[in-house]
């Protein structure tokens, strides 16, 4: 990773990474989705997120598929696509991707809960780590019926599992180990800070299980 502070002239690529990865991560797609369906602003219902968990609650469970994928996909999108200039390059640009998603300056930076789009981030960086991530979101879903728990569980295991597979080949464009694990910690992290109410609804037994229709702020990820 370069210097941050060095010379312009070696340095702009990977701003550039970062902010291109940032506007592709900006892109709303359940806000986009849900107008185009003709159900209006996702943001005036349920939680108020433009993510799939809120999507979830207009009722149309292909509009939230669709929103899971897109999200996904240009946080994998962006991985792949400056993966071919190197891996640092791939790291800035799946994080700006992350950011972008939750901080879009296209809704006055407040987007979504980063979890579709970081594991499409893993699923390309780092495949073995992606699918494990998504298996044990799957599994918490099933057993709780809980979006944010599973979310939450998802995110905290993911560094576990990159420090877990160490030595193997486990990304597609040679990242280490610690890369991916530290990469790991900063989705973990992103993803726990987003879900603080979530987290406080949980310790109150009051957040809503999936497809739970809610009145109030709050429930959901993505």
């Given amino acids: 990773m370069p210097d ?5 002239d070696y340095t702009w690529p990977f701003y550039a990474a970062a902010v291109i990865g940032y506007l592709l991560g ?29 999507v979830l609650r207009t009722g149309k469970k292909w509009l939230a598929l669709a929103t899971v994928l897109l999200d996904g ?10 993966g071919y200039f190197g891996p640092d ?42 699918v494990l991530v998504c ?10 019926r809980i979006s944010s728990l599973a979310s939450l569980i998802a995110a905290a295991l993911a560094p576990v599992y990159a420090y877990l597979l160490a030595d193997l080949a486990i990304g597609t464009w040679f990242l280490s180990s610690l890369q991916i694990a530290e990469f790991c910690v900063f ?9 603080l109410a979530n987290i406080r609804r949980l ?20």
Avoid: Y
């Avoid at 941050?4 to 312009?8: A, K, T």
């Avoid at 800035?92 to 809704?107: K, Q, Y």
């Fill in 89 to 130: 390059f791939q790291v800035l640009a799946g994080g700006g991707a992350l950011l972008g998603h939750c901080f879009p300056v296209w809704l006055k930076f407040r987007g979504g809960k980063a979890v579709a789009t970081a594991l499409g981030v893993l699923l390309a960086m780092a495949p073995a780590v992606g």
């Fill in 187 to 195: 989705i973990a992290a992103l993803v726990w800070i987003k879900h």
């Fill in 73 to 82: 996909g240009k946080g994998a999108v962006a991985v792949v696509a400056a």
């Fill in 4 to 8: 941050p502070l060095g010379s312009f």
């Fill in 203 to 222: 310790l109150q037994g009051t957040e809503p299980r999936i497809g739970q229709r809610r009145k109030a702020e709050g429930d959901g990820s993505g």
């Fill in 135 to 144: 298996l044990a979101w799957l599994v918490v879903a099933i057993l709780f």
């Fill in 26 to 54: 900006s892109i709303p797609f359940g806000l986009l989705l849900t107008r185009a369906s003709g159900l209006g602003d996702i943001r005036a219902i349920g939680s108020g997120n433009i993510g799939a968990a809120n």
